[in-house]
Nanobody
């Protein structure tokens, strides 16, 4: 499946952005979808994951209480609402999906996901 991330941009600290991740397949039915981010010179970091059918979400410690993941099953879109943004949130944000069913992980790892979007850049100025 092809994933297309969008919505990144430049925002001042304290501001908000909403990212979207759209799946290309009409029969899209993953087990878990996730957002990761990667800042320059750093490892890709887990941001959030959600079970596509609902009932379970998880967030990285650095974004808890500020970011909210949601999905529109009819449109095959996952969204990430980012509030109270900080300069340290600056990164390329990637969406990911897997259809491998298994135990819920906390946190999810990059290797857990098979499909990745191309990334969208979020820059938070101080």
């Amino acid at each position: 499946v092809q994933l297309q991330a969008s919505g990144g941009g430049l925002v001042q600290a304290g501001g908000s952005l909403r990212l979207s991740c759209a799946a290309s397949e009409r029969t899209f039915s993953p087990y878990v979808m996730s957002w990761f981010r990667q800042a320059p010179g750093k490892e890709r970091e887990f941001v959030t994951a959600m079970r596509w059918t609902g009932g379970r979400t998880d967030y990285g410690d650095s974004v808890k209480g500020r970011f909210t993941v949601s999905r529109d099953i009819a449109k095959n879109i996952m969204a990430l609402q980012m509030n109270s943004l900080k300069p340290e949130d600056t990164a390329v944000y990637y969406c990911a999906a897997t259809d491998r069913v298994g135990p819920w992980r906390s946190p999810w790892r990059r290797a857990d996901f098979d499909s990745w979007g191309q990334g969208t850049l979020v820059t938070v100025s101080s």
